[in-house]
């Protein structure tokens, strides 16, 4: 294993676990969709941030595609309330909205935006080596993983110092309110926290990766645990072994690094489903059997 | 411009390949989708539409040739293996709907990725086009291509046109269909299965990616502009049309574009536009309607506290001025100007140099708010045991509200009062 | 109505009205309800019962009226107030523990950044073993029955020792036994000068549980001691059907979306 291959492996890993925190609240919350909405629909934000600042690296992407991010959501409540649009349907007519607009604005310029369609899909995460911060002169390693470093950093401090007001607004928001916790505000804090992440993670992973680490990590710990505090670190666990494996499944194949890690997620899932000490559908079946 | 004449004149037996196949695509895909939204399965459309990726590939893998007979089979068998997937999961596990479907879109579509990524490395010469599923290529659709999804399109609207009562019934009431002895389980996978193939066709117009929105949205905006069933589902094959023939112009013009997401450009315009500005449905007409209401009310308002003023002197057509108008009760004087013109337009008032005067029109109107507000009153402390001092609110919003047909309801439950509960006398005409 | 002179209200409603999508599910809710008793709401299914306590709590949007705890507005005597919400309004698979449910009842007085502390176990502790639940601290609440759930959520609001406490029916899917236990737990509570209102369902209970009843169904009908106010008329009103009139204007005000208030002018956009 060279330097190449441990710096997409550990690229890789930081988006695995950031995702995989905050899918945890995502699924919790019943928002798998709604995360899966985010990540497409930052796509014409990402677009307009390059061409605005022209370079990938400003905090104006950050921000910028975060705030669109906030914004899909707060357009899917308004088509969901105002215009009284089933709320399947209105996350279906946004994300699919929003995406077709970044998809052919990369096209018109196709010259100016250093993205294409597929990157657009599934990410360049093997070029991250090739793309490293330059600190006085010298190359102090990929800029990726500082960014990607970053972020997760941002989101355990998130998760650190809101635990227990996401906790409460995820499992009882009636509650939460009633004691004068604002669901409002943690919702719109956790949905700018998927945002940015996503963004981040975008050029690496592409879109329907980041879904993927979004949800199945978390959903292999939900079938593992009953705590949520060892729900967040399997998760973790359970993204960055999708990494690893998924890396190596790609470079034997020769196919997309992105491609295999979603698989890999699928299938340590799948690996859930039936095994799982306490959940799982083959202890079901022997717990089923004195009784029956 | 030319070569939007060009292209409309049908002359190249290409352009009316491609025109045929991409309207026949989406308006189909549209139809099966009106059917997909109304049974609130939209993101399952969308799962769908992902997950037959692998499929393509596997087709293609195994076949080793772009047939599209070989790529829709594959595609229709992966697609399948998703709900089931999704369906498993729900059953089976404690994980809810939306997350296995999340799930299995995601993981489906990266295996696809990986598969499409490794065809290509493999460097067989005819793959290339396998991507455009990703975003779709109307232009592709040529010759054989077309002969066989233009078939299927087909089988699709048969379908649905043979099944149409009993989708509209199980979207409508389940629960009723079951009682009245229908095989819902049946009708349920036979729509799902057409729920597949309508994906699996669309996605060679628009691509697996944004799939979903040919199915969902076209019926999105249809569902704003009309109730009935039969209605909604021909304006979502007519938007879908539409759409698909934007496409094919697209690609036309631009070669290099990918269909799909102007496709879906134009899709989702259509459906924002019929959000704001349907009749009845839409955002826009709410709003005007709102401000409709307020005009009543304030019209109301007005014709009211002149009566009321009548009421004081016995006498209602005496002339008035504004500030005996604010006296009695608050009006910003601009406001109050624009009211009393138009009440005088629509002949409620007459209007003599600073002064005005009700109509009969206008007394009567006037009247009818304070008899219904009086009767409200007396109805809300009888009825619902609500302290007098406390009705008047309730009963300043229900006056400009009320029905005739209530009104006379109400008028017989209180048995013809004279009285409200401040003793004000009741007044009939 | 029974209009005694409640001197210290614990609870005042005024001129309450709340709607979904425009139709009023409450009209014009008028009442006061004294300190450190125990209350019973009781009306027929969707007489609003639990629409009422949601919109008490702000909850829910007004479309008119105000309401006051301890002649304060709500915002500033929230940690004065507790709430049992219904058992099924949550997802007991949630992936969380019986201590962990009832330390959320200290998150109120905690504020951001801190951790419960020592003396936050102690209370959940207490507030655990006082519902009996003190074998069960660390079960994970999928593995509850219905009783024990309903349980832990009351030790959840006896942690944190509020003043008012509004529960929305504690007794469904509950054994005759525990339901007999938490009315003791109730009835300490009010002896403490505690106010505890709770929506019921159970008509046969309601002289024997509640010094205070409040009738409901979608207007107030009555309110005021249960002595005087259970009586056979009353009930007739509660559940004798639904006034036409009413819900016919209530349809209207939805359909042609009219504002609930003359003067409100609610923003469509």
């Known amino acids: 294993m060279n330097n190449n291959d441990l710096s997409i492996i550990f690229t890789a890993s930081l988006v695995a676990s950031s995702c995989a925190l905050l899918g945890c609240f995502l699924i919790l919350r019943k928002m798998a969709m709604v995360g899966d909405a985010i990540s497409h629909a930052v796509l014409p934000g990402i677009v307009i941030a390059f061409l605005i600042s022209g370079s990938r690296d400003s905090m104006t992407m950050l921000i910028g595609a975060g705030l669109i991010g906030v914004l899909t959501t707060f357009l899917i409540e308004f088509l969901h309330k105002k215009a009284k649009l089933q709320t399947d349907a209105s996350i279906g007519v946004t994300f699919t909205w929003l995406f077709a607009i970044g998809v052919v604005l990369i096209s018109l310029f196709a010259g100016k935006v250093d993205l294409d369609q597929d990157c657009v899909l599934y990410g360049e995460i093997a070029y991250v080596p090739l793309d490293t911060l330059i600190v006085g002169g010298q190359s102090i390693g990929p800029r990726a993983l500082y960014i990607m470093g970053i972020i997760l950093t941002i989101i355990i401090l998130f998760i650190w110092i809101g635990y227990k007001e996401l906790f409460l607004t995820t499992f009882d928001p009636a509650y939460a309110s009633a004691i004068g916790i604002s669901t409002t505000l943690w919702h719109y804090l956790l949905m700018g926290a998927v945002s940015a992440t996503t963004v981040a993670s975008f050029e690496s992973v592409g879109a329907i990766l980041v879904v993927a680490l979004l949800i199945a990590p978390a959903a292999t710990a939900y079938l593992i645990t009953d705590n949520l505090k060892w729900m967040l670190v399997i998760a973790c666990i359970a993204g960055i072994v999708a990494s690893i494996t998924g890396y190596f499944f790609a470079v034997w194949l020769d196919g997309s690094i992105a491609g295999a890690i979603a698989a890999m997620a699928g299938a340590i899932f799948v690996l859930a489903m039936i095994f799982s000490p306490t959940h799982g559908i083959l202890m079901k079946k022997i717990s089923a059997q004195p009784e029956s | 411009m030319n070569s939007l004449f060009e292209f409309f004149s049908f002359a190249d037996p290409n352009i009316r390949f491609v025109v045929i196949g991409s309207v026949l695509l989406t308006a189909s895909s549209a139809i099966v989708g009106t059917f997909t939204f109304l049974h609130k399965k939209s993101l399952v459309g969308d799962a769908i539409a992902h997950a037959v990726l692998p499929g393509i590939c596997l087709g293609f893998i195994l076949s080793g040739t772009k047939n599209p007979a070989y790529l829709i089979t594959g595609a229709f068998i992966t697609g399948w293996i998703s709900l089931i997937g999704v369906e498993y999961i729900t059953k089976h596990t404690r994980i809810k709907d939306d997350t296995a479907i999340g799930l299995v879109l995601s993981v489906f579509f990266g295996i696809g990725i990986l598969m499409l990524t490794v065809i290509q490395k493999g460097g067989n010469a005819s793959q290339s086009g396998l991507d455009h599923f990703l975003f779709g290529k109307a232009a592709a659709l040529v010759g054989d291509d077309l002969i066989v999804f233009g078939a299927v399109a087909v089988t699709l609207l048969i379908a649905v046109f043979l099944l149409f009562k009993e989708f509209s019934l199980l979207a409508f009431d389940k629960e009723y269909a079951k009682a009245i002895g229908l095989p819902v389980r049946w009708i349920d996978l036979v729509l799902t299965s057409l729920t597949v193939l309508a994906v699996v066709i669309g996605i060679q117009a628009v691509g697996v990616v944004l799939m979903a929105a040919i199915l969902i949205t076209p019926a999105a905006a249809a569902r704003f502009w009309t109730n009935k069933i039969n209605v909604m589902v021909l304006l979502a094959s007519v938007f879908g049309a539409f759409s698909g023939l934007s496409g094919a112009y697209i690609s036309y013009i631009a070669p290099a574009m990918p269909t799909g997401p102007w496709i879906v450009i134009v899709i989702s315009t259509i459906a924002f536009i019929s959000f704001f500005f349907a009749p009845k449905r839409g955002v826009i007409n709410r709003v005007l309607r709102q401000r409709n209401i307020r005009r009543t009310i304030n019209d109301e308002n007005v014709l009211k506290t002149l009566y009321q003023l009548g009421e004081e002197n016995k006498d209602y057509f005496i002339q008035r001025n504004k500030e005996e108008i604010i006296r009695r009760r608050r009006f910003s004087p601009e406001a109050l100007g624009k009211i009393l013109q138009r009440l005088e337009n629509q002949g409620y008032l007459d209007k003599t140099s600073k002064h005005w005067v009700l109509t009969e029109e206008g007394k009567a109107r006037g009247q009818r708010v304070v008899r219904i507000h009086r009767l409200w009153e007396l109805y809300l402390t009888t009825h619902l045991n609500i302290a007098p001092d406390h009705v008047h609110d309730d009963a300043d919003t229900i006056e400009h509200l009320l029905t005739p047909e209530l009104e006379v309801e109400l008028e017989r439950l209180l048995n013809y009062p004279k009285v409200d509960p401040h003793k004000s006398e009741i007044p009939y005409s | ?269």
Not at chain 3, 25 to 50: F, Q, Y
């Open chain 3, 1 to 269: 109505m029974d209009n005694e002179n409640i001197v210290y209200p614990a609870l005042e409603v005024h001129d309450l009205t709340v709607a979904f999508d425009r139709k009023p599910v409450l009209w014009n809710i008028d009442l006061t309800l004294p300190e450190g008793k125990l209350v019973g709401i009781v009306g027929p299914n969707g007489a609003g019962k639990s629409t009422l306590i949601k919109a008490v709590m702000g909850l829910l949007p007004l479309s008119s009226g105000y309401v006051k705890l301890f002649d304060q507005p709500i915002n500033d005597v929230r940690k004065r107030i507790s709430y049992v919400p219904q058992r099924e309004s949550v997802d007991w698979d949630f992936p969380a523990s019986v201590l962990d449910v009832v330390l959320m009842g200290r998150y109120s007085k905690l504020g951001l950044f801190k951790r419960p502390r020592k003396a936050d176990y102690d209370v959940a502790l207490d507030c655990l073993k006082k519902v009996g639940m003190e074998a069960y601290i660390n079960r994970q609440i999928s593995q509850l029955s219905g009783g024990q759930q309903q349980r832990t959520f009351l030790a959840r609001a006896l942690a944190q020792q509020a003043d008012i406490y509004f529960m929305d029916e504690p007794f469904a899917g509950v054994d005759a036994a525990t339901e007999k236990a938490i009315i003791n737990l109730l009835r300490t509570m009010t002896e403490a000068k505690k106010t505890v209102i709770v929506v019921h369902h159970d008509l046969q209970s309601v002289t024997q549980y509640f010094d205070w009843l409040l009738m409901l169904n979608t207007r107030l009908i009555a309110c005021g001691p249960t002595s005087t106010v259970f009586t056979q008329q009353n009930l007739q009103e509660t559940y004798g059907g639904k006034l036409t009139l009413l819900s016919d204007v209530g349809d209207l005000i939805r359909r042609e979306n009219f504002p609930n208030r003359e003067g409100v002018t609610r923003k469509v956009l």
